[in-house]
């Protein structure tokens, strides 16, 4: 396995709880964003942990002006205060350049020129078209991962992938039925995502990783990153999204609105009702220092049923 990863992580205690938040700053953050920043800050919290705040700015063509400081802000406003520097990935892109060299080297990594309208042929699922094809490499390429049939010294690593959610339960995924060879450099010379948010736990020694349940579907993938990689896999839980009145996840994309900071107490009752922790009444008004505390005090993750639901 690969080993070298653990020289970029800090020397945390052993059994130290690391949580983190890891917006992208495409627009500031609205009510999902904040149940997702909430419920991870509680739960690193209740376990006397550190709370990380990553910003995953890997995509410029996506970004808004701004939106970075913007997001920061805002989290400041409603206390969900953040330990050590905020880490940006746009800063980070020598480390990834240097995993991806030392997966190629392993034989790991395969170019791949195949189009849009070639990915859409296949259904979905990248059947390993470009596996055995030699790429001109002067031209446009991506650069895949192999999931399956890898060589000699990764042939122990198992495809199918299971997991226990701490909060959607027992999850099981064939990758090479559901996902096929994963993007880790992209035609455009971009990261993908699937790179640098494992790389990043690795060097950051996350332990929690409490997100979105849109998220769900990808992690058996990072699952497979991580012990490639020969690194510790974090627990997942995946909490249930916010939902519009048509049923779609709150997100920028479907024009959710900003989060109003002047409103910080009442948006975090509100946050911590969705999460099914039923905060008392008295304190729909109270300011966010007041609300938060009874969060911390009054924190279950058992309250938190599978699946999604609107608030």
Request: with cysteine; aromatic share 8%.
């Given at each position: 396995?690969?080993?070298?990863?653990?020289?970029?992580?800090?020397?945390?205690?052993?059994?130290?709880?690391?949580?983190?938040?890891?917006?992208?700053?495409?627009?500031?953050?609205?009510?999902?964003?904040?149940?997702?920043?909430?419920?991870?800050?509680?739960?690193?919290?209740?376990?006397?942990?550190?709370?990380?705040?990553?910003?995953?700015?890997?995509?410029?063509?996506?970004?808004?002006?701004?939106?970075?400081?913007?997001?920061?802000?805002?989290?400041?406003?409603?206390?969900?205060?953040?330990?050590?520097?905020?880490?940006?990935?746009?800063?980070?892109?020598?480390?990834?350049?240097?995993?991806?060299?030392?997966?190629?080297?392993?034989?790991?990594?395969y170019a791949c020129n195949c189009t849009r309208q070639d990915l859409q042929?296949?259904?979905?699922?990248?059947?390993?078209?470009?596996?055995?094809?030699?790429?001109?490499?002067?031209?446009?390429?991506?650069?895949?991962?192999?999931?399956?049939?890898?060589?000699?010294?990764?042939?122990?690593?198992?495809?199918?992938?299971?997991?226990?959610?701490?909060?959607?339960?027992?999850?099981?995924?064939?990758?090479?039925?559901?996902?096929?060879?994963?993007?880790?450099?992209?035609?455009?010379?971009?990261?993908?995502?699937?790179?640098?948010?494992?790389?990043?736990?690795?060097?950051?020694?996350?332990?929690?990783?409490?997100?979105?349940?849109?998220?769900?579907?990808?992690?058996?993938?990072?699952?497979?990153?991580?012990?490639?990689?020969?690194?510790?896999?974090?627990?997942?839980?995946?909490?249930?999204?916010?939902?519009?009145?048509?049923?779609?996840?709150?997100?920028?994309?479907?024009?959710?609105?900003?989060?109003?900071?002047?409103?910080?107490?009442?948006?975090l009752w509100h946050a911590l009702q969705f999460l099914g922790q039923n905060?008392?009444?008295?304190?729909?008004?109270?300011?966010?220092?007041?609300?938060?505390?009874?969060?911390?005090?009054?924190?279950?993750?058992?309250?938190?049923?599978?699946?999604?639901?609107?608030?």
């Amino acid at each position: 396995m690969i080993t070298s990863l653990a020289t970029l992580s800090p020397l945390n205690p052993p059994d130290t709880y690391v949580g983190r938040f890891a917006p992208s700053p495409t627009g500031p953050l609205h009510f999902g964003s904040l149940v997702s920043a909430l419920v991870s800050y509680l739960h690193a919290r209740m376990h006397k942990g550190s709370w990380l705040v990553r910003m995953e700015d890997l995509d410029p063509p996506r970004e808004q002006a701004g939106a970075a400081d913007a997001i920061l802000r805002c989290l400041d406003e409603h206390q969900l205060h953040w330990d050590g520097p905020v880490l940006y990935q746009s800063q980070r892109l020598s480390a990834y350049e240097e995993v991806l060299e030392t997966l190629r080297n392993e034989d790991l990594l395969y170019a791949c020129n195949c189009t849009r309208q070639d990915l859409q042929a296949m259904g979905g699922i990248y059947n390993g078209r470009c596996r055995n094809r030699t790429i001109d490499l002067d031209q446009p390429h991506a650069w895949r991962l192999k999931l399956y049939d890898l060589p000699p010294d990764y042939a122990a690593l198992d495809q199918d992938v299971c997991f226990a959610d701490l909060i959607q339960g027992e999850q099981r995924q064939n990758l090479r039925d559901t996902a096929g060879d994963q993007i880790l450099k992209r035609k455009d010379d971009l990261f993908a995502y699937q790179l640098a948010v494992v790389v990043d736990d690795i060097a950051q020694q996350v332990t929690h990783i409490i997100r979105g349940n849109d998220l769900l579907e990808v992690t058996a993938r990072q699952i497979f990153f991580f012990r490639l990689l020969g690194a510790a896999v974090p627990e997942f839980g995946h909490v249930p999204l916010v939902l519009n009145e048509q049923g779609q996840k709150l997100s920028k994309q479907n024009l959710a609105p900003p989060l109003d900071s002047t409103n910080a107490g009442n948006n975090l009752w509100h946050a911590l009702q969705f999460l099914g922790q039923n905060p008392p009444l008295a304190l729909i008004k109270a300011s966010a220092t007041d609300v938060l505390e009874w969060g911390k005090a009054h924190w279950h993750m058992s309250h938190l049923k599978p699946g999604n639901r609107a608030p």
